[in-house]
């Protein structure tokens, strides 16, 4: 790991470090955010997925996670979107390629020797935050957006893994929206029961749940709700499959990071207090 800067923000430190990753073949990106708790010991985590287009740095300029973590003692997790560099297959379109990657495994070309986004999470970002003072045994996910997607099927698969759950604006299911298709169909092919394993809704349905109830934050005046993110269909998945969720409507806000802004705190309380719980309910069971 080689941090590339620094800088104190409420007592606690903003990196932004560079790791070799072994899922994706490059060099890869995190911003991560240490709150003054960390300078004696290890503390809860949570990941944060970015959507389209975005880097490490856009929800640690713009998000205001920082004095939020440094009041509940979270360190605050941001991986680039996508593998990048010489070599890495790229598309002119803003929704495929670097910047892009959807939080899957691609299988098809050109996309498949870097495209691994999916094991990167799983994998070589815990191998990176087992060298920070952050404890792997306490981490909570949540992203925006494509990020939102990532969060909930990584979330849904892995809950041993990560213990708490969220999501702003979630590409819900990918299956059914042009953003989904196009990505999955070049990332995984054509054929769609492939699909379904990176499908939020789809999850829910086959029958994977997480154990704590999932927060989401989804605005009324979003420009992507009715033909991207349709929220509907989570809702609906929820029910079904008896998944306790959260899901909040708000009127007025749309996809920005002010929206993201607003309702930042409230989704890293969310997780302070489920990884709070989980840790003194597993101390009592030793």
Not at 19 to 25: E, K, N, R, V, Y
Not at 42 to 52: A, F, I, M, Q, R
Not at 143 to 172: E, Q, R, Y
Request: glycine share 10%; hydrophobic share 40%.
């Amino acid at each position: 790991m080689k941090i590339i800067s620094e800088d104190l923000v409420f007592g606690g430190r903003q990196l932004t470090v560079e790791h070799q990753s072994a899922a994706t073949g490059t060099r890869m990106r995190v911003a991560v955010y240490l709150p003054p708790l960390a300078e004696d010991h290890e503390v809860p985590g949570v990941v944060y997925l970015s959507g389209l287009t975005y880097t490490e740095d856009n929800v640690t300029q713009k998000a205001g996670a920082q004095r939020v973590c440094a009041e509940l003692g979270l360190a605050f997790i941001a991986p680039d979107t996508s593998p990048r560099g010489e070599g890495v297959a790229d598309d002119p379109a803003y929704d495929l390629g670097q910047g892009a990657g959807f939080y899957v495994d691609a299988t098809q070309t050109p996309w498949a020797p870097h495209f691994r986004m999916y094991s990167y999470i799983c994998e070589d970002l815990l191998t990176l935050i087992d060298g920070l003072p952050a404890d792997r045994e306490a981490l909570g996910l949540t992203g925006h957006s494509m990020g939102g997607h990532g969060a909930l099927t990584i979330g849904l698969k892995n809950p041993d893994k990560f213990k708490s759950l969220s999501a702003f604006s979630p590409i819900v299911s990918p299956s059914n929206c042009p953003w989904g298709e196009k990505a999955l169909g070049a990332y995984l092919g054509p054929d769609k029961t492939k699909w379904l394993k990176h499908d939020a809704c789809a999850l829910l349905d086959d029958g994977a749940t997480n154990p704590e109830t999932i927060l989401v934050d989804q605005g009324e005046a979003d420009d992507f709700l009715e033909a991207q993110l349709r929220t509907g269909l989570l809702i609906d998945a929820c029910d079904r499959a008896g998944q306790k969720a959260e899901i909040n409507m708000r009127p007025g806000y749309d996809h920005s990071y002010f929206f993201i802004a607003t309702f930042i705190e409230a989704h890293l309380r969310h997780h302070a207090a489920a990884l709070t719980s989980q840790a003194i309910h597993a101390c009592g069971d030793s």
